[in-house]
């Protein structure tokens, strides 16, 4: 192993100190950005350094030993040309590491059973390269990732397939996720592609080591949130409610919203101007019927007075997502009767069913869910035109999705996990009950269409389970006196 290390890496093996607050990383550091990583320690926004290692200790006990843990971080995309998308790390990388740059790869070594001692991260990544800094500003480059990321070996990406090649001869196993298959745009393959003989895919697959998948195993870690996790998607979710809150008092006051797109900007602004990065995903804003398409996004329609505005829309923050749905009447007046009996159906299905999210009860998704179709049924049938819909009925022509998913780095966060598992304490997932009447329903419910979802850590017993999104008015009462244009 000592043999492939870059004089780099083995020189810095023996001078580790801190860097100086002087050096300018390619993320917000607590140095250069003490609004966002607010506590020395933090690598990201709420998590320490040593939480990552943790983190990456606890991986390790997973695997058996001459292991190797492989991420391909992600590339750039871009939209067209030379235009690019916000950047999205591998979310399992920037679980185990805190890494935000692209073109990198994480590699966790795990060489015997002797404990913290034996678990190895190399990290490989772009070298400093002051051109392009002056075009795209600082990088970490290999000092950042040994320094502040505390990898034990460090590498220019540039020599991946050597250097992966010579770590794959020592060890026996290789926990990967396949990415970038040929299926992908050339785009996408390009970094990652080091030359015609060296996709990265092929070095790990043509290796004949054993080979187990990497991301199943860190599912398991991530479905379960710690404390900080916790305390993150916490912040998350209270600057997102607010915001929610906000846009709900815009009805009734002097300066209305007028169409779904101001809103959605409103609320992304809203987001930022409390602490978050951003919206979280491409918010629903719909107006009155178009919340009958679940997963409306053009959101290019005018507000009108007095239909229903419907939203899923949430902030992120250290990569940690809120995802809040809330319907409002747009009119000061609030509700209408028949606006207010779906409302209130849809509500007290949210809340029956974030009252069983406690570990102690050993329901799985799947019991909540078939319990939010048996509670909107017998909602819905205290209605008029109701009175005999089945819960096939109900599944079928009303609430055509499901209660609702893991949230955390991933807004479906770890679909991996089964619907069928008991949910455990510390799992955060939304419920999101929902009923939407299509033109063939009841005349007087036609085109109302709403969900509302709550962001829920559940509790070792039904008294600890915590609702992240409780500061979101959700109650016909206090969304009434928020149309009303009152904070
Ligand atoms: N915002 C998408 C969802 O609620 O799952
Ligand atoms: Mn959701
Ligand atoms: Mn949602």
């Given at each position: 192993m000592k043999t492939q290390l870059s004089i780099f890496s083995k020189r810095f093996l023996f001078t580790r100190s801190r860097l100086s607050s002087a050096f300018a990383a390619g993320q917000p550091t607590y140095e250069t950005r003490p609004h966002i990583?607010?506590?020395?320690?933090?690598?990201?926004?709420?998590?320490s350094a040593m939480e990552y290692y943790q983190r990456r200790l606890e991986l390790s006990t997973k695997l058996p030993p001459k292991s190797l843990a492989i991420i391909v971080g992600n590339p750039i995309q871009f939209s067209s040309g030379s235009v690019f998308y916000d950047f999205q790390q591998d979310n399992d990388l920037y679980y185990l590491t805190g890494w935000l740059e692209p073109d990198s790869i994480v590699v966790i070594e795990k060489k015997g059973e002797n404990g913290p001692d034996d678990v190895v991260l190399h990290m490989l990544v772009p070298e400093k390269n002051p051109k392009k800094e002056l075009w795209e500003g600082p990088k970490s480059g290999l000092e950042g990732a040994y320094?502040?990321?505390?990898?034990d070996l460090v590498e220019d990406i540039k020599n991946a397939p050597n250097y992966l090649k010579n770590l794959i001869k020592e060890n026996d196993n290789i926990y990967w996720d396949k990415k970038f298959d040929s299926k992908q745009s050339d785009g996408l393959k390009q970094f990652f592609t080091f030359s015609t003989n060296d996709n990265i895919n092929d070095i790990i697959t043509k290796s004949n080591k054993r080979m187990g998948k990497l991301s199943s195993l860190v599912a398991e870690m991530r479905v379960i949130k710690s404390d900080a996790e916790v305390q993150m998607m916490q912040k998350a979710c209270d600057i997102s409610s607010r915001a929610i809150n906000r846009a709900m008092a815009k009805v009734g006051s002097e300066d209305p919203l007028l169409s779904e797109n101001e809103l959605a900007k409103y609320l992304e602004y809203q987001f930022v101007r409390g602490g978050?990065?951003?919206?979280?995903?491409?918010p629903v804003v719909a107006n009155g019927s178009n919340?009958?398409?679940?997963?409306?996004?053009?959101?290019d329609d005018v507000l009108r007075e007095g239909d229903l505005v419907f939203i899923d829309a949430g902030g992120k923050l250290g990569g940690y997502c809120a995802d809040i749905s809330r319907a409002w009447p747009n009119s000061p007046e609030g509700f209408s009767e028949p606006q207010k009996d779906i409302y209130q159906a849809v509500l007290n299905t949210n809340k029956q069913c974030i009252e069983v999210c406690a570990e102690s009860l050993g329901l799985s998704f799947h019991d909540i869910h078939e319990m939010s179709v048996s509670t909107l049924r017998s909602e819905l049938r205290n209605l008029p035109g109701f009175a005999n819909v089945t819960s096939s009925e109900v599944s079928r022509m009303y609430y055509p999705h499901y209660i609702g998913h893991n949230v955390g780095l991933?807004?479906?966060?770890?679909?991996?996990?089964?619907?069928?598992s008991k949910l455990r304490k510390n799992q955060v997932i939304t419920i999101e009950p929902g009923l939407y009447i299509p033109n063939d329903g009841p005349k007087h419910y036609r085109g109302i269409g709403l969900r509302v979802e709550d962001n829920v850590v559940v509790g070792a017993t039904p008294k600890d389970i915590i609702n992240l999104t409780r500061e979101c008015k959700k109650e016909v009462a206090d969304v009434e006196e928020l149309v009303k244009g009152s904070i």
């Amino acid at each position: 192993m000592k043999t492939q290390l870059s004089i780099f890496s083995k020189r810095f093996l023996f001078t580790r100190s801190r860097l100086s607050s002087a050096f300018a990383a390619g993320q917000p550091t607590y140095e250069t950005r003490p609004h966002i990583i607010t506590q020395p320690g933090d690598l990201t926004p709420g998590i320490s350094a040593m939480e990552y290692y943790q983190r990456r200790l606890e991986l390790s006990t997973k695997l058996p030993p001459k292991s190797l843990a492989i991420i391909v971080g992600n590339p750039i995309q871009f939209s067209s040309g030379s235009v690019f998308y916000d950047f999205q790390q591998d979310n399992d990388l920037y679980y185990l590491t805190g890494w935000l740059e692209p073109d990198s790869i994480v590699v966790i070594e795990k060489k015997g059973e002797n404990g913290p001692d034996d678990v190895v991260l190399h990290m490989l990544v772009p070298e400093k390269n002051p051109k392009k800094e002056l075009w795209e500003g600082p990088k970490s480059g290999l000092e950042g990732a040994y320094n502040i990321f505390n990898a034990d070996l460090v590498e220019d990406i540039k020599n991946a397939p050597n250097y992966l090649k010579n770590l794959i001869k020592e060890n026996d196993n290789i926990y990967w996720d396949k990415k970038f298959d040929s299926k992908q745009s050339d785009g996408l393959k390009q970094f990652f592609t080091f030359s015609t003989n060296d996709n990265i895919n092929d070095i790990i697959t043509k290796s004949n080591k054993r080979m187990g998948k990497l991301s199943s195993l860190v599912a398991e870690m991530r479905v379960i949130k710690s404390d900080a996790e916790v305390q993150m998607m916490q912040k998350a979710c209270d600057i997102s409610s607010r915001a929610i809150n906000r846009a709900m008092a815009k009805v009734g006051s002097e300066d209305p919203l007028l169409s779904e797109n101001e809103l959605a900007k409103y609320l992304e602004y809203q987001f930022v101007r409390g602490g978050c990065e951003k919206h979280a995903y491409i918010p629903v804003v719909a107006n009155g019927s178009n919340a009958l398409c679940l997963h409306y996004t053009r959101n290019d329609d005018v507000l009108r007075e007095g239909d229903l505005v419907f939203i899923d829309a949430g902030g992120k923050l250290g990569g940690y997502c809120a995802d809040i749905s809330r319907a409002w009447p747009n009119s000061p007046e609030g509700f209408s009767e028949p606006q207010k009996d779906i409302y209130q159906a849809v509500l007290n299905t949210n809340k029956q069913c974030i009252e069983v999210c406690a570990e102690s009860l050993g329901l799985s998704f799947h019991d909540i869910h078939e319990m939010s179709v048996s509670t909107l049924r017998s909602e819905l049938r205290n209605l008029p035109g109701f009175a005999n819909v089945t819960s096939s009925e109900v599944s079928r022509m009303y609430y055509p999705h499901y209660i609702g998913h893991n949230v955390g780095l991933d807004l479906h966060d770890v679909p991996s996990i089964s619907n069928f598992s008991k949910l455990r304490k510390n799992q955060v997932i939304t419920i999101e009950p929902g009923l939407y009447i299509p033109n063939d329903g009841p005349k007087h419910y036609r085109g109302i269409g709403l969900r509302v979802e709550d962001n829920v850590v559940v509790g070792a017993t039904p008294k600890d389970i915590i609702n992240l999104t409780r500061e979101c008015k959700k109650e016909v009462a206090d969304v009434e006196e928020l149309v009303k244009g009152s904070i």
